[in-house]
């Protein structure tokens, strides 16, 4: 049996130990152990138990509509700057694709499907190599050899780090957004960090506004100084829903 690209493939792991699926325990996804949260998992059993039609039974919004509307009014961004995909791994493909006839710098090691990516999109992969040993890699090995002009010059990297665990501080990246011509920031285990705990929000027709964010370093609340830059942020790692495929 054909090993998996990806983490997360229980059925494949079960196959080869030989037992039930249910009787595996996964550490390869990077999933928060404590589960989907109640308050998920009751909104799912609201939208399955109400009248015809059935929420599944239909097409959905395919502008994601109500969803962009609510994560604008998160994070205090205009809802047009917002793309919703099937998982963070359709948007990787397509930042990809956007950066196709130019130079990607990528630190590494670096979650598998970066490079998959890039490759396929034909891109001029640079990598560059990034262990604890080495300090801060912020300065000392993004900026080592930057050329005046950032013209066809990419930036991708994951911020915390997988799988260093290294946490980028945001004073230090936000001197980096300038120096390339596009940055693609993974925030996929932002979450976990204390000070960027979700908030409760208030309801969709409500007109409120959300207050001051939590402390924390996404790089979120500065996009509309820095428009050259992506955040692509998951439901997957903190939330534990891999299976709804939202990024």
């Not at 059925?11 to 998920?40: K, T």
Request: hydrophobic share 40%.
């Amino acid at each position: 049996m054909q090993r998996p690209q990806h983490g997360g493939n229980r059925a494949w792991g079960a196959a080869i130990a030989g037992c039930p699926a249910e009787a595996i325990l996964d550490f390869s996804a990077s999933l928060n152990p404590l589960g989907p949260p109640q308050s998920v998992l009751q909104a799912l059993a609201r939208a399955l138990s109400a009248p015809d039609p059935v929420v599944i039974s239909r097409y959905p919004d395919p502008d994601y509509r109500e969803l962009r509307a609510c994560l604008a009014r998160r994070w205090a961004v205009d809802p047009e700057w917002i793309f919703v995909g099937n998982g963070a791994a359709e948007l990787l493909t397509w930042a990809a694709r956007d950066a196709q006839g130019r130079e990607v710098w990528l630190p590494r090691p670096a979650f598998g499907d970066y490079e998959r990516a890039l490759r396929a999109a034909g891109v001029t992969l640079r990598g560059l190599d990034l262990w604890p040993s080495q300090g801060s890699p912020t300065l000392a090995l993004l900026q080592k050899g930057i050329r005046a002009d950032k013209t066809g010059r990419v930036l991708w990297l994951n911020n915390p780090h997988n799988p260093t665990g290294r946490l980028f501080l945001r004073q230090d990246l936000l001197p980096l957004l300038t120096q390339f011509e596009q940055v693609v920031v993974d925030e996929a285990f932002m979450d976990f960090l204390p000070g960027d705990a979700p908030q409760e929000l208030p309801p969709l027709d409500a007109g409120s506004e959300v207050g001051e964010l939590p402390r924390s370093q996404t790089l979120i609340p500065h996009l509309e100084a820095h428009p050259n830059t992506i955040v692509i942020r998951s439901l997957t790692k903190f939330f534990t829903l891999p299976g709804l495929r939202i990024g």
